[in-house]
């Protein structure tokens, strides 16, 4: 159980590392060398002209990094927060759509072996045989109820009595397998909603503080051309668009691996209730004295 649980963590841990670190190596680099403005004609070009195209060629030279951090420390500081909620919303998405389509692969493969197997307890026997899926942990609680409900019959006042409690107990001991399995299956989702509502508004309040910014440096040396304010709104969007960067994958991971746990969970409803009828019937057929060779168990 232990080492179970801690593969499921290690795996979208280790890929987060990973990812995280190439991601601020990428971003991190400078996208071109750093170059000067070109050479000008004595008397050409006013001197203000000049100082802002210096500072556009400078402005276009320099990484996103380079650039938030020209926006202040918050900018940067928000934009390093939305990177990671970018990798790890990535790192989760991939993990989650490889480890669920394996289940369901898995949960298949077991629920036709319980369709091929001639009895329960055969089936039972052979467990250790099969990889862990959903339906393979459903059947082994479901199992083990059954066992203990076949006792009742010692100490019910009635057959009809021992068959119902047998039945009512062995549904609620499927729903709750049913359940546990359910909330397995959608571990580390709660990350990914958490990334697709806050993630935007993160990067708005990056975007607006680097405005306020960009505002405040126009006030103090006074000019409000459009070479002179766009190079400060520019580093201020950046927050933005690395918002809707770790957006829209955690929205799309979230829709998708809910998409697939429905499946999944439509599927063990299904087992379950053909495992409850099967139950049914031979609790009847054993009631009414049937050849123990029909028997499931």
């Known amino acids: ?45 006013s001197a203000p ?15 996103m990094l380079v650039q938030a951090w020209r926006s202040g420390v918050v900018v940067f500081t ?32 077991f629920i036709k072996s319980f369709w091929e197997s001639r009895s329960l307890n055969e089936l039972n026997s052979r467990l250790g045989d099969y ?24 100490h019910a006042s009635s057959p009809q009595m021992a068959i119902n409690a047998a039945i009512e107990n062995l549904n609620r001991a499927l729903n709750k397998a049913k359940r546990l399995e359910k909330k397995k299956l959608e571990s580390y ?17 990056g975007t607006v503080w680097g405005i306020m910014g960009a505002f405040e440096g126009i ?12 190079p400060g709104i ?8 690395f918002g809707l960067l770790a957006a829209i994958p955690a929205v799309i991971g979230f829709n998708a691996s809910n998409a697939r746990i429905r499946t999944l969970v439509g599927s063990l409803d299904g087992f379950c209730a053909d495992f409850l009828n099967i139950v049914g019937r031979y609790l009847v057929s054993d ?5 123990a060779t029909t028997s499931p168990l």
């Open 49 to 63: 002209a000049a100082e802002e195209a210096v500072q556009v060629a400078d402005f276009g030279s320099h990484s």
């Open 1 to 45: 159980m232990h080492s179970s649980a801690s593969f499921r963590f290690v795996r979208p841990t280790r890929a987060l590392v990973i990812l995280l670190f190439a991601c601020l190596g990428l971003f991190g680099m400078r996208l071109d060398a750093q170059g000067s403005a070109p050479p000008t004609q004595p008397g050409a070009v």
């Open 287 to 291: 009631r009414k004295g049937s050849n």
């Open 131 to 154: 990889p862990y899926s959903p339906a393979k942990e459903v059947f082994r609680t479901g199992y083990a109820e059954l066992v203990r409900g076949s006792q009742l019959k010692e």
């Open 189 to 205: 989702l709660s990350f990914l909603a958490i990334i697709a509502s806050s993630a935007p508004f993160i990067g708005l309040f």
């Open 78 to 109: 928000v934009l390093i927060i939305l990177i990671a909620f970018s990798v790890l919303s990535w790192a989760i998405f991939v993990w989650k759509l490889v480890v669920l389509r394996k289940h369901m692969q898995t949960s298949e493969s």
């Open 219 to 230: 006030a103090r040396t006074g000019s409000a051309s459009l070479a002179a304010v766009a």
């Open 234 to 241: 520019s580093e201020a969007l950046i927050a933005t668009a």
